[in-house]
């Protein structure tokens, strides 16, 4: 097999270095940029790369890899792939890859379960009075039992049905706004977002970041959950109209909210947000298990090393492209 070049985009080594390494071991090269900034900056980039592994949010957009013949994939060691042009790469018969195995799917779905409960029960309030004042009387009861409770969730993936399958023993019940419901879901009511907004007493943002999400839940549309309601989200920031659900919590209208991800991050040290009495706030970590970490890295150097090798990567996000992408780089 020829040697090949690999172009990795991203600062945290414990995911990059082992690429590297893999892909050096069996007779490739590699160039690394330790930033989006720092690839976007070289024109050339992908000029003679055969696999591009970055994070996420690196922007690759279609002229970068309409300008790389010999691109086969764009792989993103996690879930989102917010920066890729999925539909350019389509287009180009090049494959978005990422890393859907079930370790992160199942973090993150225990990982929204803790904000839920953390907010039903006051964690940070608790803590807070007992840290700063020592306090053991209870002025007034802040915590509200799951039981009873309608959970809605925004998307409907393998995150949002783990959280389902996890709660369903806890009598709450559920409903949905995805644009393809399953047809055996049956635990769950699928809705138009309006109405599982006005119907959910705890409101969890699953759904991933697109052009169709990007600040779907408006202010408008946040005033329309109940007063004393949960707002969670563990998916990505840009979902949510920050400053209206800054306002609308000053304004006593939720109970609580339970935020991992942010508009822009990482959160601004100034950011009103950090204020908030009511609010869990984690930065854009919360599901990360140490278990999740050790698959994302196996994950990564086996799904290079395949394309590498004329095989797609463990994970694809447009399978539409399989059969021309086997035809062309089949065992080359």
């Known amino acids: 097999m020829p040697p090949q070049d690999v172009v990795l985009v991203g600062h945290m080594d414990f995911f990059f270095n082992p690429v590297a390494e893999a892909a050096v071991a069996k007779g490739h090269r590699f160039v690394r940029y330790k930033t989006p900034a720092d690839f976007l900056a070289d024109k050339n980039a992908l ?28 792989i993103c060691p996690w879930t989102g792939t917010d920066g890729f042009d999925g539909r350019a790469a389509t287009d180009l018969g090049i494959i978005i890859g990422n890393g859907q195995f079930p370790e992160n799917t199942e973090s993150m779905a225990e990982a929204t379960v803790l904000m839920i409960l953390a907010c039903l029960y006051d964690l940070g309030g608790s803590q807070a009075r007992f840290r700063e004042a020592d306090d053991w009387a209870v002025p007034h009861l802040t915590a509200r039992m799951l039981k009873g409770k309608t959970i809605g969730i925004l998307g409907y993936g393998g995150i949002a049905r783990g959280v389902v399958e996890r709660l369903k023993a806890w009598g709450a019940s559920f409903c949905a706004t995805t644009r393809h419901p399953p047809a055996d879901a049956t635990s769950v009511r699928f809705l138009p977002l309006e109405d599982m907004l006005k119907a959910s007493d705890i409101v969890c943002v699953l759904a991933p970041f697109t052009d169709e999400t990007r600040g779907l839940l408006s202010g408008a549309r946040l005033a329309l959950m109940k007063r004393g309601s949960i707002l969670i989200c563990t998916s990505r920031g ?82 539409e492209v399989l059969g021309a992408w086997r035809a062309r780089w089949k065992k080359t």
Request: aromatic letters at 4%; one cysteine or more.
């Open 47 to 74: 000029a003679t790369a055969s696999v591009a592994y970055a994070v996420g949010y690196c922007p690759v957009s279609r002229d970068a890899m309409s300008r790389a013949p010999n691109l086969r994939a764009v």
């Open 238 to 319: 840009g979902i949510i109209d920050e400053a209206a659900l800054l306002a609308l919590v000053n304004d006593g209208h939720f109970g609580a909210v339970g935020l991992d991800v942010f508009e822009k991050e990482p959160l601004a040290k100034d950011s009103p947000l950090r204020g908030l009495k009511n609010a869990v706030l984690t930065p854009h970590s919360v599901g990360h298990t140490r278990e999740m970490r050790e698959r994302m890295v196996a994950t990564g150097v086996a799904s290079v090393l395949r394309v590498l090798e004329g095989e797609p990567p463990l994970y694809v996000c447009n399978p």
